[in-house]
């Protein structure tokens, strides 16, 4: 029987052949440029809407937005794949800078008619929204009207994002070109090879202790080599966002991204809330993990330590059919779509230089696919990480039948399908294990998640609320970041650890994506909603995927706390709703503590 072989590297070339010196792909920037013109034009004749026959103009201009932004996107994130795979390719940086420039310009654009709509009259806002051509845009349009209130003039809000094309967001790109040079030198199972950061980081779940000590030293000295540039580049970037929150009134750094997410501080405070009161479990199993590894107490670079030598390894291919064989498990849709993402080369997974570090899935919706990216090693935690991505592009293909502007949904719920994904294969790992000892190993592996979800995106969440604090008064030095991160590490690790990462707020991308203010709580808050949902799945097994799919499909046009509502039943303003995703995390901990103990 032959066994299908799946490509380790994505196929570019349907969107736009030729790579980043693609001229289908300049011809596209060049029509999409002219989309913008147009919408330019016409929307010096847009007035603010006074009847309810206005209906129809504000459809039309909608749909020409929308056909705008889907070609806009496709560029964009065919583009961010060019630089993502090869961080040397210069072309696609100078493209990456392009469409910057133009994305702005359509921003600008957008920002007009959102002004303009927010100011019709209540009466006849609420006569717009029940008419055919706009009653299914009730809570995008809702949610433009709200925003433009807390914002400033339409030509200052124009004038910072044009600004920010240079002043913001070329500071993200800087740091990922100066990361994208970086390389470290190792000496491995015999062999001395010049690393990429993502390949370095893989090395932290490498048997070896003195591997892992080592890389996680040069890392750290990589960093500190170039810290006052991260320095540099992390201030700026947020001097420039504390500049627009002021200017618009903003006190609070968390208001943005709780909007971005639509969700309240109450459900913020109440998710960290039980979280915080149930971290004990998670410090003993990192005490008694040290104590299996043979270190007195954790350090940063054991996190990732296998605790056995029977840690399961799978080739790419055996990843990707383990994944199929357990989507299946859950519904067919899941387990059809992932397939296809695999034959049709949606994934890019070698382990190869020049790529940079971690993992992501990007939408490319005029074609209606995804790509996946990340760097595959044949790890337990790769083949996680890797349905992780596949549950993000199986959100995007779930949201298909739907209009492009209910698509935008929030980065806690976009976590969630994801993290929906990666559970049904981590426990399908679990279940198969045929030792005690390959039970033991792909349980701590699921526990290391709840660790992050609770510990380590914690540590990132306590940082950066207090690095925005101490911005406001000035520029923070790299010696005052490492302290910062340092101080966030140990009070979110409950002391647990000896070794820590002072320079993580240097090596951690999430920390300079201008696109996504704090780029941490939700992932925690998908992984306890998924939780909840998965554990929904299980009770109600076969057919519960249609009910999943039509969650998804609210994700863009609810708060967090409605849709949690009408799909569980659940108030998440609540700290019960969290400790209850917390406790069923706590079993797996209780279980691997009375396994571990036998095993000593």
Not at 183 to 199: A, N
Not at 232 to 252: E, P, T
Not at 480 to 485: A, H, K, Q, W
């Amino acid at each position: 029987m032959t066994t299908k072989l799946y490509s380790e590297v994505w196929d570019l070339d349907v969107f736009f052949k030729g790579g980043s010196h693609s001229p289908e792909l300049n011809e596209h920037l060049e029509k999409v440029k002219t989309q913008i013109v147009a919408l330019e034009n016409r929307i010096e004749a847009f007035s603010v809407p006074t009847k309810v026959e206005d209906a129809k103009e504000v459809h039309d201009l909608l749909e020409s937005i929308t056909a705008t932004a889907l070609n806009l996107r496709e560029a964009s994130a065919v583009i961010g794949c060019f630089v993502a795979a090869n961080t040397k390719d210069k072309q696609a940086l100078l493209l990456q800078s392009d469409v910057s420039t133009i994305q702005a310009r359509f921003s600008t654009v957008r920002l007009k008619v959102e002004q303009t709509i927010a100011k019709t009259e209540e009466d006849v806002w609420g006569a717009l929204l029940e008419t055919k051509e706009l009653s299914q845009f009730t809570f995008v349009l809702n949610e433009w009207r709200e925003n433009v209130q807390l914002q400033l003039s339409e030509a200052e809000e124009s004038l910072i994002t044009s600004l920010s094309v240079d002043g913001y967001q070329a500071w993200g790109q800087l740091y990922n070109q100066l990361v994208g040079d970086m390389e470290i030198e190792m000496t491995v199972d015999g062999m001395t090879k010049k690393l990429s950061v993502g390949q370095a980081n893989n090395l932290a779940s490498h048997p070896d202790a003195a591997v892992r000590k080592e890389v996680f030293e040069k890392l750290e000295a990589a960093w500190k080599e170039k810290e006052d540039f991260f320095a540099s580049a992390l201030n700026h970037l947020a001097g420039f966002r504390l500049a627009v929150y002021n200017k618009r009134g903003w006190d609070s750094v968390l208001q943005e991204p709780l909007m971005r997410n639509r969700m309240s501080q109450e459900t913020l405070d109440a998710m960290w809330g039980a979280i915080q009161a149930n971290k004990q479990p998670f410090i003993d199993y990192l005490t008694t993990k040290a104590k299996m590894i043979g270190a007195e107490k954790m350090n940063w670079y054991d996190l990732n330590a296998p605790i056995t030598s029977q840690t399961t390894k799978m080739s790419y291919q055996e990843g990707a059919a383990f994944i199929l064989a357990h989507f299946g498990k859950f519904g067919p849709e899941l387990e059809a779509f992932s397939r296809q993402a695999f034959e049709e080369g949606w994934i890019e997974a070698e382990d190869r230089p020049n790529k940079r570090p971690g993992g992501f899935c990007t939408g490319m919706p005029a074609s209606q696919q995804s790509r996946i990216f990340m760097t595959y090693s044949g790890s337990m935690s790769n083949v996680a990480t890797l349905a992780h991505e596949l549950g993000h592009a199986f959100h995007s293909y779930a949201l298909r039948p739907v209009h492009y502007l209910n698509r935008q949904y929030a980065m806690g719920v976009a976590e969630t399908a994801s993290t929906f994904a990666e559970m049904i294969v981590a426990d399908a790992a679990l279940k198969s294990a045929q030792t005690e000892d390959e039970k033991l190993a792909l349980l701590e592996d699921k526990i290391k998640r709840s660790a992050t979800f609770f510990m380590n995106i914690h540590a990132r969440f306590l940082f950066e609320t207090r690095f925005y604090e101490e911005r406001k008064e000035g520029v923070v030095s790299a010696a005052r970041l490492n302290e910062l991160t340092e101080e966030a590490q140990k009070e979110a690790y409950g002391d647990a650890l000896d070794v820590v990462h002072p320079h993580f707020w240097a090596s951690k991308l999430h920390f300079y994506i201008t696109g996504t203010p704090f780029y941490n709580f939700p992932y925690t808050f998908g992984y306890l909603f998924s939780l909840s949902i998965y554990a929904k799945a299980l009770t109600e097994g076969e057919g519960f995927e249609k009910k999943y799919i039509d969650l998804l499909r609210d994700t863009a046009v609810m708060s967090v706390e409605d849709l949690a509502m009408k799909h569980l039943g659940e108030d998440i303003t609540k700290e019960d709703f969290w400790a209850k995703g917390v406790a069923l995390c706590v079993k797996d901990v209780e279980e691997f503590l009375k396994i571990a103990s036998k095993e000593r």
